[in-house]
C-alpha cells in the first residue's frame, strides 16, 4: 500500500524522482511515439489535402492514445516500486475498455472547449487531470472519482495545475521557435521526443497525487494486553 506522504513537498519534484522506476517503459514509448508521429507529419506524405491526412491525423490520435495509455498505467504503479512492461501492458488490457471510452469523451470535451475559445478547452483539461488514471483503476466512475480527487488535493492541483500550465506556454513558444529553424520530419521529432518526457513526468505527478488522495493509511499497533496474572 503506498503511503499517504507521496509528495513531501513538491510533486513535480517527487514526479520526477519516481518516474524513474518506470524508465524501461517510458523511454521507449517516448521514442516510439516522437518515430510515429514525425512520420505521419512528412511534407511529401501530407503535403497534398485528401484521404491520407484524415487517415493520418486517426492513426496519429490512436497511436498517442495507446503511448498514454502505456505511461498512465505506468504512472500508477511507481510509487509501489520499478515497473516494467508486463505491469503496465497489464493493467491497460484490464482497463482497457474504460480506458478507451473515457479517453473519447476527455478528447470530445476538450476538442468542443477548444473550437469554442482556447480557455474553456483549457479549463476542461485542467479540471479532468485524474480521469484516465481513475479509468485505469478500481475506484468506481471515473467522472466523480477525478473531482474527489481534486477535493481530496484541492492546494497540490491548483498548484500543479498553475505551474504546469506556465511551463506549457513557454514550452509551446519553444516548439514553434524550433520547428520553423527545423522542418520536418526532424522539428517535429525533437518537439515530440522533449514533449513526450514532459508529458511522462506530468502524467507521474498527477499520478502520485491520485494515489496520495486514496492511499489507506497503515493501521495503528495494537497494544499488549497487560499481564494481570498475580505476582508472587
Known amino acids: 500500500m503506498a503511503s499517504p506522504h507521496l509528495c513531501r513537498v513538491s510533486a513535480l519534484a517527487s514526479g520526477f524522482v519516481r518516474l524513474w522506476r518506470g524508465w524501461r517503459v517510458f523511454v521507449p514509448v517516448i521514442l516510439v511515439n516522437a518515430v510515429l508521429q514525425a512520420l505521419l507529419v512528412w511534407p511529401t506524405v501530407t503535403s497534398s489535402m485528401g484521404w491520407w491526412v484524415v487517415l493520418s491525423a486517426v492513426l496519429s490520435a490512436i497511436v498517442f492514445g495507446v503511448c498514454f495509455g502505456l505511461v498512465a498505467s505506468t504512472a500508477l504503479q511507481v510509487p509501489d516500486g520499478s515497473v516494467g512492461w508486463g505491469a503496465a501492458v497489464?493493467?491497460?488490457?484490464?482497463?482497457?475498455?474504460?480506458?478507451?471510452?473515457?479517453?473519447?469523451?476527455?478528447?470530445?470535451?476538450?476538442?468542443?472547449?477548444?473550437?469554442?475559445?482556447?480557455?474553456?478547452?483549457?479549463?476542461?483539461?485542467?479540471?479532468?487531470?485524474?480521469?484516465?488514471?481513475?479509468?485505469?483503476?478500481?475506484?468506481?466512475?471515473?467522472?466523480?472519482v477525478n473531482f474527489r480527487t481534486v477535493g481530496r488535493r484541492f492546494w497540490r492541483w491548483l498548484l500543479t495545475v498553475a505551474i504546469a500550465g506556465l511551463v506549457?506556454?513557454?514550452?509551446?513558444?519553444?516548439?514553434?521557435?524550433?520547428?520553423?529553424?527545423?522542418?520536418?520530419?526532424?522539428?517535429?521529432?525533437?518537439?515530440w521526443i522533449v514533449g513526450g518526457f514532459g508529458a511522462v513526468w506530468l502524467t507521474t505527478t498527477w499520478a502520485l497525487i491520485y494515489r496520495s488522495a486514496w492511499a489507506e493509511p497503515a493501521p495503528e499497533p495494537v497494544p499488549a494486553a497487560p499481564d494481570l496474572e498475580p505476582t508472587a
Not at 476538450?110 to 482556447?118: D, F, I, P
Not at 514553434?176 to 522539428?187: D, H, I, K, Q, Y
Open 90 to 144: 497489464g493493467r491497460l488490457r484490464a482497463h482497457l475498455l474504460p480506458y478507451t471510452a473515457w479517453a473519447a469523451v476527455w478528447v470530445l470535451a476538450v476538442s468542443v472547449g477548444l473550437a469554442l475559445y482556447s480557455i474553456p478547452g483549457l479549463v476542461i483539461a485542467a479540471v479532468l487531470p485524474f480521469l484516465l488514471l481513475a479509468a485505469l483503476d478500481d475506484r468506481g466512475n471515473p467522472f466523480v
Open 168 to 191: 506549457l506556454f513557454v514550452a509551446d513558444l519553444l516548439a514553434g521557435l524550433f520547428t520553423f529553424f527545423l522542418r520536418n520530419p526532424v522539428g517535429s521529432l525533437g518537439v
